[in-house]
């Protein structure tokens, strides 16, 4: 049996700060629908469906993309701080001048051709992952006047089936948008909000190629990574 994560962890369906919840979150109650054999065993998550590049966001084109290159880990834990191992974990980001290689992304910050702003890896035993990518900027959206988001990489982890599959988002430290940022600020509890923010890591810089930021999510418990209940673009 587990225990329900504290109130104020994880953000409420209708959060009227951020518009568009409004509109997406469910306004009746829902309908059960009984667990089958396809959604408890496929499709298939495992090694298998790898390359060599999915980690690595800076290597999938002939040449590098443009920002700062960074490195970022962690560990995927269960609230007793037990490693969740060879999970799924999947993220997507803008690029490095905020821009999203996405058709309905059209604000006035360059594409940038080297870059496809996604990834993929599975955690070792001891529930680690590893990601090299760029740190993506801010960009504006359409949620309030003058409205932006921080810089943030979505992550989504998953267990051994598309049913078992948890959506949340990294942010940086000390980023100014936080305040006025209704996404961050729908998680009612600052310590849980807290939890989201990554940490720099000095002892995994590597010299002259990419600074690091250590992001550990734990799936539930007192100490569990605010979730979204569904995914969204922004």
């Known amino acids: 049996m587990y225990l329900r994560d504290e109130p104020g962890t994880h953000p409420p ?7 568009s919840t409004a509109l997406r979150h469910p306004s009746q109650r829902p309908v059960l ?4 054999l396809t959604e408890i065993t496929g499709p298939l998550l495992g090694e298998g469906r790898l390359s060599p590049n999915d980690n690595d966001l800076t290597a999938q084109h002939a040449g590098e993309p443009q920002g700062q290159r960074i490195i970022v880990h962690g560990r995927l834990l269960e609230g007793d701080g037990k490693p969740v191992a ?13 821009r999203y290689n996405h058709v309905r992304d059209r604000w006035p910050s360059p594409v940038d051709p080297n870059f496809d702003g996604v990834g993929r890896t599975l955690t070792d035993a001891e529930g680690r ?3 090299t990518t760029i740190k993506p900027g801010a960009y504006p959206w359409q949620n309030h006047d003058n409205a932006w988001r921080p810089a943030h990489i979505h992550f ?5 089936s598309f049913t078992q599959r948890l959506v949340t988002q990294m942010y940086f430290p000390d980023d100014p948008l936080f305040g006025q940022d209704p996404i961050f600020n729908s998680v009612p509890d600052p310590a849980a909000r807290a939890r989201m923010i990554s940490s720099f890591d000095m ?8 600074l690091a930021y250590s992001f550990d999510i734990v799936v539930r418990g007192r100490d569990a990574t605010p979730f979204e209940e569904e995914v969204d673009d922004e």
């Open 13 to 19: 369906l209708d959060s009227p700060g951020y518009k």
């Open 33 to 36: 629908l009984p667990q089958k």
């Open 86 to 98: 060879n999970s799924l974990v999947e993220i997507w980001q803008a690029n490095a001048g905020g």
């Open 129 to 131: 992952y590893t990601f």
């Open 156 to 160: 989504s982890v998953f267990g051994r």
């Open 203 to 210: 002892s995994r810089t590597v010299p002259n190629w990419a």
